[in-house]
Every structure is written in C-alpha cells, then in structure tokens.
C-alpha cells in the first residue's frame, strides 16, 4: 500500500511538472494553488536546477504575493545565487507581513552568515527563537556561527541548549564532540556526556562519544565499557565497533582489536581505513601473509591510502625484502611529499639497509620539514658517528643546539661524541655544564652507551653531583 500511494505522488508531482513546464512553453498563464508551487520548486532545487527554481519562486511570488513561505523560498534562492541584496529585499517584504515569523530571522541569519557577518548572524538568529518550534535547531545554527567565529566555548553553551531542548539530536552530540577535542576539553567533555547519560541513558551516541573522550585520556579499560554499552543498545553502530578495536589495539589486546575491526565490515561496506587496521592487528600477532593480503585489499579500494603501503613496507622489513620495504615506501612520499613520519621512517629503513647516503638525504628532509624534532637530529648525528664520521655527526649536533639551547639531550649527546671519541677533556667539560644545568637526564646519557659506565672520571664527575 506505502509504495503504491508513493508511485501515485510521484505520478502527480511528474504531471505537475510537465504542466508547468508547458505553460512555460506555450507562455500562458496557468494558476497552481501555493503547494503547488511549492513542490515545483522544491523539485527543482532537488536536482540542483537553481534558475528554474528562482524562475518558478516568481511566478509563484506573482500569483501569491502575500504568501511568506514563497517569499522566504524565493529570498533562500536569491541568497544560494548570490543576489544578496536582492535575497534581503524579497526577506524584509516578507517580514512586513508576518513580522514574527521565525523561518524570516533564521533565513537572514544564513544570509548574514554567507555574508560572513557572524554577529549580525547570531543576532537574526536568537530573534528567531521566541516563536520558534524546534529551537533546538535554531541554537545549532548559533553554535556554527560561533565556530566560524573560533569562538568554541560559546559554541560549546548552545550545543548544551539544544540537547537541552531535544536529548535527541545525535548531530549536537557529535558537534559537541568536536568542540571539546578542539579546545582540549576532553576532561569536560567525559563529565558533560557522564551526566548527559544519567538522563538519557540509551543515547548510543553520548556512550560513544564518552568512549572517544576516554581514549584521548589514555583511559582505555573505561573507554572499552563506554563502546559496550552502545554496542548493546545498538550492535549495527559500527563506529562504535572500529574505535572499540583501536582502544584494544592500544592496550595490545590484538586479538580483541581484530574481532572489532572485523565485526565493522558486518555492518558497513568494506573501506581502505578498516582493512588497513585489520592488517595492522594480524601484522601485529605475527600473521603475515594475512597483514599483506589485507594492505593490498586497502590499497584496491583506495589506491592513495599512504598508510597501507607503510604497512606493506613493515611486513616486506620483517621477511627482509628491504628493497621492497624502500619502494613500498617511497610509494607513500610519493603521494604525501611533507609526511614527517614517512620521511623518519624512510631515512630508518635506509640506514638499516646501509644505504647510508639517502639516509642522510631523508633525515635532512625530515630536519628541513621540522626543524625541532629533536629525535631527528640525534638520529640522524648517531649514524654519522656510527660510520665514524665524527666530525660531522658534531657539526649535526651543534647545528642542532644552535636552534633548541634548551634541549639537554642534545647536550649531553655532544659530550657523548667526544667522550667515545677519545676526547675526555672536551668531553668531560662539556658533561659537567650538562650536570650544572640538568643533573636529571644524566640518566639517559648513561643509557646510551654501556661503554660511559666504563669510563671512571665520568662516574666520578657524576658522583660529585648527586645530591
């Protein structure tokens, strides 16, 4: 019965298409009754045929000049045209009309907003509320102006008011989400949804997103209870599924992470970020083959996903197809060209292939994309010394310290290179303005190296700064 009273609408509504459009023809005047003209816009607006639209909004303006609903249609067309004046002038009309009609402030408010007047936009838009009846979509539109104008907290208030006013609106949920990751407000984010569950405990997506703000904790068991309970309410909710398994992954439950990561493609359509995780988690219990048969599925849906070719490039190292593993990832660069941890990885995986000049290519590009990864230059400083190029893993280390004289890894590795180097003078110069400044990290020097334990004066030099 539903699909025959749906072919019989869709029926009337092609009849009365082909009826105006013959009008528009044979240039006659034909009347169509409000609704009628309503459908014939909203058709074409439907297929994106905006001048046929606005063509209609004003036959449909002349026939039914006092009519609100066609005028605020027409001013909507006016603005997606970029009209505006012309979108404001039909708006105020309509406004003589029916001074309190809500849809007329909430209209200006988009036309204040594509205007990029934000303030002038919240103002239309609050003006709107008294009469409104889904105020809760009304607080939205406030909310996105504050966005737009970075104003995150103030977002954050009237997304609170429109769960106030409808608990139901999943997209205020997961727009509050956002703001509170924006803002680093994960602590505030757990309260808001633990007490917004209180209320509403069978809202799957405020479980989720308490589940999403627990993982940015680091607070991976809570997380996981958090993914349960929308599970249980809704065992489709795939989203709920896939982050479940990063949550595991991260406590390296793997086995647990695949299950989730496999339960998902019950419930979606297979994608390249979803078969990527599952061949991460069977990379990580060792299975191989299963890992690279996954990455390759990745890579057949989306050939641009970089990662899976990272991950084909992990599994190629681990059988020892180190020049595959290069081209694997090169592959990636190629398609990302500023990835910093591709070119990290890249410069790695050559100097474990002794191909040490790219090596030295890759951890420049790496120093040159981020010029304060300081792990980068301890890395890059630690293969020169390692091939006995001391002098120039000294000339990178002092580069270094030229831009971070903060950083006292830095430091106590140049009193490393010349301790190790048969400089005990320098070095030990060098070691004692590092105990002076930073005693701490004398920790991490030590472990560098189990030759420095060897090294009497060094020990002694210690000892004369411990407290």
Same mark, same amino acid.
């Given at each position: 019965m539903f699909e025959e009273n749906e072919d019989n609408q869709n029926r009337d509504v092609i009849a009365l298409l082909n009826k105006f459009e013959q009008m528009i023809k044979e240039n006659k005047t034909l009347f169509f009754d409000v609704e009628d003209f309503e459908e014939i816009i909203d058709n074409y607006v439907d297929k994106r045929n905006l001048s046929k639209a606005l063509y209609a909004s004003k036959i449909a303006v002349s026939q039914h000049p006092y009519t609100v609903s066609l005028l605020i249609k027409q001013s909507q067309l006016y603005a997606a045209s970029n009209n505006i004046n012309k979108a404001i002038e039909v708006l105020n009309k309509a406004e003589?009309?029916?001074?309190?009609?809500?849809e007329i402030f909430i209209t200006r408010g988009g036309i204040f907003s594509q205007m990029n007047k934000y303030d002038e936009a919240i103002e239309s838009y609050k003006s709107g509320l008294q009469n409104a009846i889904e105020k809760d979509e009304i607080y939205m539109f406030i909310a996105f102006e504050y966005q737009n104008k970075l104003d995150y907290t103030s977002s954050i208030k009237y997304l609170k008011k429109a769960l106030k006013v409808n608990p139901d609106n999943e997209f205020a949920l997961y727009e509050l989400a956002f703001c509170f990751a924006t803002i680093d407000k994960e602590d505030e984010a757990i309260i808001f949804y633990q007490q917004f569950i209180d209320e509403n405990p069978y809202s799957q997506i405020a479980w989720y997103n308490l589940g999403v703000s627990y993982i940015k904790n680091d607070l991976y068991k809570k997380s996981i209870d958090a993914f349960d309970y929308a599970i249980a309410i809704d065992e489709t909710f795939s989203s709920a599924w896939f982050t479940?398994?990063?949550?595991l992954s991260c406590l390296d439950r793997n086995d647990e992470a695949l299950a989730c990561y496999s339960k998902t493609l019950e419930y979606e359509t297979p994608d390249a970020i979803v078969l990527f995780y599952i061949g991460e988690s069977l990379e990580k219990l060792g299975r191989l083959d299963e890992a690279m048969t996954n990455y390759q599925k990745s890579l057949e849906?989306?050939?641009?996903?970089? =990662?899976?070719?990272?991950g084909i490039s992990s599994v190629q190292q681990e059988r020892g197809e180190m020049k595959e593993a290069i081209k694997s990832i090169e592959l990636a660069i190629s398609l990302s060209k500023d990835n910093i941890d591709?070119?990290?990885?890249?410069?790695? /995986?050559?100097?474990?292939? =002794?191909?040490?000049? =790219?090596?030295?290519?890759?951890?420049?590009?790496?120093? #040159?994309? $981020?010029?304060? #990864?300081?792990?980068?230059?301890?890395?890059? $400083?630690?293969?020169?010394?390692?091939? #006995?190029?001391?002098? =120039?893993?000294?000339? /990178?280390?002092?580069e270094a310290i030229n831009i971070m004289p903060q950083n006292f890894e830095l430091k106590y590795r140049r009193a490393t290179y010349f301790l190790l180097n048969n400089k005990p003078k320098e070095g030990l110069i060098l070691l004692e303005e590092c105990l002076q400044s930073n005693f701490e990290s004398h920790i991490e020097f030590l472990a560098y190296n189990d030759d420095l334990l060897q090294l009497n004066d060094v020990m002694n030099l210690i000892e004369t700064y411990r407290v």
């Amino acid at each position: 019965m539903f699909e025959e009273n749906e072919d019989n609408q869709n029926r009337d509504v092609i009849a009365l298409l082909n009826k105006f459009e013959q009008m528009i023809k044979e240039n006659k005047t034909l009347f169509f009754d409000v609704e009628d003209f309503e459908e014939i816009i909203d058709n074409y607006v439907d297929k994106r045929n905006l001048s046929k639209a606005l063509y209609a909004s004003k036959i449909a303006v002349s026939q039914h000049p006092y009519t609100v609903s066609l005028l605020i249609k027409q001013s909507q067309l006016y603005a997606a045209s970029n009209n505006i004046n012309k979108a404001i002038e039909v708006l105020n009309k309509a406004e003589n009309f029916e001074p309190n009609n809500s849809e007329i402030f909430i209209t200006r408010g988009g036309i204040f907003s594509q205007m990029n007047k934000y303030d002038e936009a919240i103002e239309s838009y609050k003006s709107g509320l008294q009469n409104a009846i889904e105020k809760d979509e009304i607080y939205m539109f406030i909310a996105f102006e504050y966005q737009n104008k970075l104003d995150y907290t103030s977002s954050i208030k009237y997304l609170k008011k429109a769960l106030k006013v409808n608990p139901d609106n999943e997209f205020a949920l997961y727009e509050l989400a956002f703001c509170f990751a924006t803002i680093d407000k994960e602590d505030e984010a757990i309260i808001f949804y633990q007490q917004f569950i209180d209320e509403n405990p069978y809202s799957q997506i405020a479980w989720y997103n308490l589940g999403v703000s627990y993982i940015k904790n680091d607070l991976y068991k809570k997380s996981i209870d958090a993914f349960d309970y929308a599970i249980a309410i809704d065992e489709t909710f795939s989203s709920a599924w896939f982050t479940m398994g990063n949550a595991l992954s991260c406590l390296d439950r793997n086995d647990e992470a695949l299950a989730c990561y496999s339960k998902t493609l019950e419930y979606e359509t297979p994608d390249a970020i979803v078969l990527f995780y599952i061949g991460e988690s069977l990379e990580k219990l060792g299975r191989l083959d299963e890992a690279m048969t996954n990455y390759q599925k990745s890579l057949e849906l989306d050939n641009n996903f970089t =990662d899976s070719y990272i991950g084909i490039s992990s599994v190629q190292q681990e059988r020892g197809e180190m020049k595959e593993a290069i081209k694997s990832i090169e592959l990636a660069i190629s398609l990302s060209k500023d990835n910093i941890d591709y070119w990290y990885l890249y410069a790695e /995986v050559l100097e474990n292939a =002794d191909c040490i000049d =790219d090596a030295e290519f890759a951890y420049r590009k790496v120093i #040159e994309l $981020s010029p304060l #990864e300081a792990d980068a230059w301890l890395d890059f $400083s630690d293969m020169l010394f390692n091939e #006995e190029r001391n002098v =120039d893993a000294l000339l /990178v280390i002092n580069e270094a310290i030229n831009i971070m004289p903060q950083n006292f890894e830095l430091k106590y590795r140049r009193a490393t290179y010349f301790l190790l180097n048969n400089k005990p003078k320098e070095g030990l110069i060098l070691l004692e303005e590092c105990l002076q400044s930073n005693f701490e990290s004398h920790i991490e020097f030590l472990a560098y190296n189990d030759d420095l334990l060897q090294l009497n004066d060094v020990m002694n030099l210690i000892e004369t700064y411990r407290v």
